[in-house]
């Protein structure tokens, strides 16, 4: 680390690290907030550290190894997935949390409040439980939809022990859900009739659910198993080995000169970051105990300084490369190669970045704040020569998905490699510059590579539960539950498109409360995804079809499951934001939300306006064209809604703003009425017309001001 460096993160080191260390606690069995997404956090001493260390070890070696050289059959792969996850879970996680509030509580004499043999045994039961359709495959497969004892015994075991698996990583929140929907199952010919379902028989249940690959082993967990993994993996190691720091001096030596470049630093390193971890909680605890007692230094209020960490975090998830372990299941589901997804998903993900630079600017000119000394920052070229071989996985990983078009977990195995020889070589050349001996800095190198996949390991037990939980809920759609479902949600919206868009994207909401965003989009994207193409198919706006893309509708209730990770009164980003910044977790988040609702506008838009998701569009100057349209679009409404553009805005002002939002977004609103569709480029002038039409009004109206003034 540079000396100029050390003159910004020394000063605030022993906040950063009491707010890590809170950030930590409260995040502690919800989400690893440190690395990972819904990792689990165990015995740090003793016989518990050694084995789950082994475990996880083996489990990181083992996905390696089938993405390279062993090859399995999916099943097999997906079984002995879950099988490391839930003896991880186990092995780490206590049946109670909480303190002790009397020398007499049962819970000492359970010995509930730490991991006990009795957890290591649900741990070796859980895992033979997984793997009991790898051990009798043969038979299970002569016997299709027709369990015997054993087999119910086994299933029933599996479900059991991976819902209090669940509770454990992820909260009550998933299992409840899940039971909910198993209760339905089994109850639904007792139930009036506009709730009645015909439901299932345990063998039929236990079959679909544990012994087909409709259920637990289904496409979800199937993604965990063969790329999710290997991302997190990734992105674990490339954190460990210092390219998170890197990215925040980096951003912070480009940006912090400028007004509000402390805010606007963490908007870009949360973005490079969030890009690779694919968690916002991790994401804002990884760079906001670096920026948010910057900004709170250069003069952000503790709770906007928290909020502008967290939306930026959030949105990490929607930024390509890796976007998250959801959008390798939308790529599965949608049947389309994952780069398309992240094709689709580019514009929108990038616009809502530059809303957020755009309200950091103006929050910086509501409170005149300035930059900081240059003599204070971190200098570009010695950082960027420092850390220039982090960005060598990174150009790795984008050159094999993007240029060479391989699979992305052959395009992610390659990046860990590249990776992996830069940990094991960094201390050996630290070591050679010092003139240290070699050897044992090659050892360490090693050492803290190994430790850093099993760090990666960890952090992907929540992620591998969450989406064989989900499978649970997948498996009850299929067996018929889902047409109910269905038409419940029909019914409910009356058929109208937009009560369907407005049901979904509240329901995506409150669901992110307490799920993780991978579970989320699996149930939303089951349930309401294909009844919004549907009821879309006919549609017409402007005299104009409107067709809606399978991957659209996805996208939307993707975006809507993230938002939730900043939206009060749970918000777990919120809170860890909160903690960092010592500021109230109800007002981060609800201001959190206020930023992020220049999100939430994204998916109503690209649902009718397919320009925005490349559909069709393989131009490069195109697409950089509809993504500068749609950036100032999106600058347009936070300006509206901040009440900010070159200086305070009045009504009249906000009204212009919102007509360009709505045109530069959905240019088809005017080439819809006045011109042909194909001549809607004539919309997006017009929209870049209003826009500065405001813009001219405060110019001369602040001008005349000063004037009038002097």
């Known amino acids: 680390m540079s000396e100029n460096t050390n003159k910004i993160l020394l000063p605030d080191t022993a906040i950063t690290e009491a707010a890590a260390g809170e950030a930590d606690r409260i995040g502690e069995y919800r989400e690893n907030v440190t690395h990972g997404d819904h990792g689990v956090v165990g015995d740090k001493t003793g016989l518990t550290k050694k084995i789950t260390f082994v475990v996880a070890l083996a489990w990181a070696l083992f996905q390696l190894s089938t993405a390279s050289w062993l090859l399995l059959d999916s099943l097999v792969v997906k079984a002995f997935h879950l099988a490391f996850a839930l003896m991880l879970i186990f092995l ?38 997984a793997l009991y359709i790898v051990i009798d495959y043969a038979g299970i497969a002569e016997r299709p939809g027709q369990p015997i004892g054993r087999d119910l015994i086994a299933g029933v075991l599996l479900i059991a022990l991976m819902l209090e698996a669940t509770r454990r990583v992820l909260g009550p ?59 997190v993996l990734f992105g674990t190691m490339l954190d460990r080995a210092g390219g998170g720091a890197f990215f925040t001096r980096v951003a912070i030596s480009g940006l912090g000169q400028y007004r509000g470049g402390a805010a606007k630093a963490a908007v870009v390193s949360s973005a490079l970051s969030g890009m690779v971890s ?38 990490g998830q929607l930024a390509p490369p890796v976007m998250g372990a959801a959008a390798f299941i939308m790529a599965e589901y949608v049947n389309v190669p994952y780069v398309e997804v992240a094709k689709a998903a580019a514009i929108p993900a990038f616009a809502a970045y530059v809303a957020l630079f755009w309200i950091t ?46 699979s992305a977990e052959m395009s992610v195995f390659r990046a860990i490699m590249v990776l992996a020889v830069i940990m094991v070589l960094q ?58 479902i269905t038409y419940f949600v029909e019914v409910l919206s009356g058929g109208n498109i937009f009560l369907l868009l407005l049901i979904t994207a ?91 609702i220049r999100t939430a506008i994204l998916p109503m838009f690209f649902l009718f306006n397919h320009d925005i998701l490349l559909k069709d569009i393989d131009s490069v100057w195109l697409g950089c064209f509809i993504f500068a349209m749609t950036s100032l679009g999106m600058v347009a409404f936070t300006s509206a809604i901040q009440g900010w553009l070159y200086n305070k805005t009045n009504i009249i002002e906000r009204l212009l703003l919102m007509a360009a939002t709505v045109v530069l977004m959905y240019p088809h609103m005017l080439t819809g009425y006045f011109l042909p569709y194909e001549q809607r480029w004539w919309g997006y002038a017009i929209g870049v017309g209003i826009f500065l039409l405001p813009l001219i009004m405060q110019k001369l109206r602040y001008k005349t001001g000063e004037i009038a003034a002097a």
Not at 94 to 105: A, C, Q, V
Not at 286 to 310: H, N
Not at 386 to 401: D, S
Not at 429 to 443: D, S, T
């Open 173 to 231: 929140a998933l299992p409840m859900i899940a039971g909910g929907f198993m209760a339905y199952v089994f109850l639904g010919p007792y139930l009036p009739d506009w709730l009645a379902f015909k439901g299932a028989t345990l063998s039929r249940f236990i079959s679909q659910i544990t012994m087909d690959t409709q259920g637990v082993y289904g496409v979800p967990l199937h993604v965990s198993a063969t790329v999710v993994f290997l991302f």
């Open 506 to 596: 509240v329901a995506s909401l409150l669901l992110g409360m307490g799920l993780p965003t991978t579970a989320n989009y699996i149930i939303m994207a089951s349930l309401t995804a294909p009844v919004i193409v549907e009821l879309a198919t006919g549609l017409q706006m402007h005299g104009t079809d409107i067709a809606i893309p399978l991957i659209a509708a996805h996208l939307f209730c993707f975006y809507f499951g993230i938002l939730a990770d900043d939206t009060p009164p749970v918000g777990l980003a919120a809170y860890a934001g909160a903690a960092i910044a010592k500021a109230n977790p109800i007002a981060v988040g609800v201001q959190g939300f206020i930023y992020d």
């Open 361 to 406: 600017h103006v929050e910086a000119c509501k409170l005149g704040l300035r930059g900081l000394p240059k003599n204070e920052l971190p200098r570009f070229l010695v950082e960027m020569r420092n850390g220039a071989h982090y960005l060598l996985p990174l150009a790795m990983l984008i050159y094999e998905l993007v240029f060479m078009q391989h």
């Open 427 to 484: 201390p050996v050349m630290i070591a050679r510059v010092h003139g240290k001996p070699l050897m044992p800095a090659f050892k360490k190198g090693v050492y803290e590579t190994l430790e850093a996949m099993s760090a990666g390991a960890y952090n992907m037990a929540g992620v591998a539960l969450a989406t064989a939980a989900a499978g649970i809920i997948v498996g009850c759609v299929s067996l018929g539950l889902g047409q109910q």
């Open 92 to 129: 780490n996680l206590p049946t109670l949390k909480g303190g002790i509030n009397s020398r007499w509580d049962l819970r000492i004499l359970l010995a509930m409040q730490r991991v006990n043999w009795f957890d290591w045994v649900l741990g070796v039961v859980a895992a033979g439980a």
């Open 278 to 315: 694919g968690s916002s909680i991790a994401n804002v605890v990884t760079t906001g105990t670096f920026t948010i007692p910057l900004m709170k230094r250069l003069g952000y209020p503790s709770t906007k300084a928290a909020a502008i960490e967290v939306a930026s975090s959030v949105n």
